[in-house]
């Protein structure tokens, strides 16, 4: 069973940088492919970005695009969103999800397996 845990949330000004991880507990996990969503308060889940299993394959919202760049480390069972230039509309609660096909993620927008979130705040 895939297990997915988040960090690296936190508070930032408008303009800062953070990185989030998203390790999972599984010995498979690089047969997942991966992907990032958001969820401010009173609004539906955002497809962020996505990652195929090999890392070769990228997908973005385009909301993010140019500012936020996925990767995962598969020896470590993890994916990363590298967020750059954040803006107070990124604010939002964000969550890993893999997917065994990566379909999933980019053209349905949705996963298998969730993590439990982590709370991103972009001050002005």
């Known amino acids: 069973q895939v297990q997915l845990v988040e960090s690296g949330g936190g508070l930032v000004q408008a303009g800062g940088s953070l990185r989030l991880s998203c390790a999972d507990s599984?010995?498979?996990?690089?047969?997942?492919?991966m992907g990032w969503f958001r969820q401010a308060p009173g609004k539906e889940r955002e497809f962020v970005a996505a990652?195929?299993?090999?890392?070769?394959?990228?997908y973005y919202a385009d909301s993010v695009r140019g500012r936020f760049t996925i990767s995962r480390d598969n020896a470590k069972n993890t994916v990363y969103l590298q967020m750059n230039s954040l803006k107070p509309e990124d604010t939002a609660v964000y969550y890993c999800?893999?997917?065994?096909?990566?379909?999933?993620?980019?053209?349905?927008?949705?996963?298998?397996?969730w993590g439990q979130g982590t709370q991103v705040t972009v001050s002005s």
């Open positions: 599984g010995r498979t996990f690089s047969s997942y492919g």
């Open positions: 990652i195929s299993w090999s890392g070769g394959s990228t």
């Open positions: 999800a893999a997917a065994r096909r990566l379909t999933a993620i980019v053209k349905d927008h949705g996963g298998d397996y």
